[in-house]
């Protein structure tokens, strides 16, 4: 495994903690260098420190990936200062859920901004330096629920439903020049993703879920590891990842 990365570049959104964090412990261990995309600086700065102590290379950049000029700056600093860029895990994104009827609007907007622009913009600057390699990985982190519609969750599978055909369009257009996209969606995973959410969103959670036990961030970060190590000849589009007891 120390090898499979050896001499490439994954750069990382939402890096900051759950499967961000842990995929670039991953990578950084199977040999590539990082580079750590998150608005908590702090966070990333501590785990870039982390992976140097143990041996690895890893950049730590400030980034709100819904932010256009923000999402192209993490890219070519990463492209410039690791010298290429390999893959990109767009993994960044915000859970907010809730009835859509009188719900507070500014949380869909903060979903839209970071679960759809967050991809979109970091995918658009990554194309060019990809295509100059003619290779290159792009591995959009989704969920279930851009699988499962459910009520309660409309705007969130908007934003997932909206990235799994943004992935296969991108994947129809990309794949003659070597690049891969791969779609991946995880059930249920102990990570922060779910705490924003108002105190009644959070005990419906809880009653949902029941006696499910949730994934662990690293085993999504081993299902990324699996598909970006997989030969160039293979690409694994799309990967549906749930625990064992969860139902939908």
Not at 6 to 20: F, Q, W
Not at 26 to 36: F, I, R, T
Not at 233 to 248: K, Y
Request: hydrophobic residues 45%; negative net charge; glycine residues 10%.
């Amino acid at each position: 495994m120390a090898e499979e990365l050896s001499g490439k570049v994954v750069a990382i959104t939402g890096a900051s903690s759950g499967i961000g964090e842990a995929t670039a412990l991953a990578c950084s261990w199977a040999g590539a260098a990082v580079s750590l995309a998150a608005r908590r600086l702090d966070r990333i700065e501590e785990l870039a420190r982390r992976i140097k102590y143990e041996g690895g290379r890893a950049l730590a950049i400030e980034t709100d990936v819904g932010d256009e000029d923000q999402a192209n700056a993490f890219v070519e600093r990463t492209n410039e200062e690791l010298g290429r860029l390999d893959v990109l895990v767009n993994n960044a994104g915000v859970m907010l859920l809730g009835p859509i009827e009188n719900a507070p609007t500014e949380e869909w907007r903060r979903m839209i901004h970071a679960n759809v622009f967050g991809v979109i913009y970091c995918t658009h600057a990554a194309l060019p330096i990809m295509r100059a390699q003619s290779a290159g990985h792009i591995v959009n982190v989704s969920s279930v629920a851009g699988r499962v519609a459910r009520a309660g969750a409309g705007v969130y599978n908007l934003t997932k439903f909206g990235v799994g055909a943004f992935s296969e369009a991108l994947r129809q257009e990309v794949t003659a020049s070597g690049i891969r996209v791969t779609l991946v969606e995880p059930g249920a995973v102990a990570t922060e993703l779910g705490s924003h959410n108002r105190p009644e969103i959070l005990e419906a959670l809880r009653s949902d879920l029941g006696s499910v036990t949730r994934m662990d961030a690293g085993d999504i970060a081993n299902a990324i590891l699996y598909t970006i190590t997989a030969p160039e000849n293979v690409s694994v589009n799309e990967m549906l990842i749930r625990p064992t007891g969860q139902v939908r």
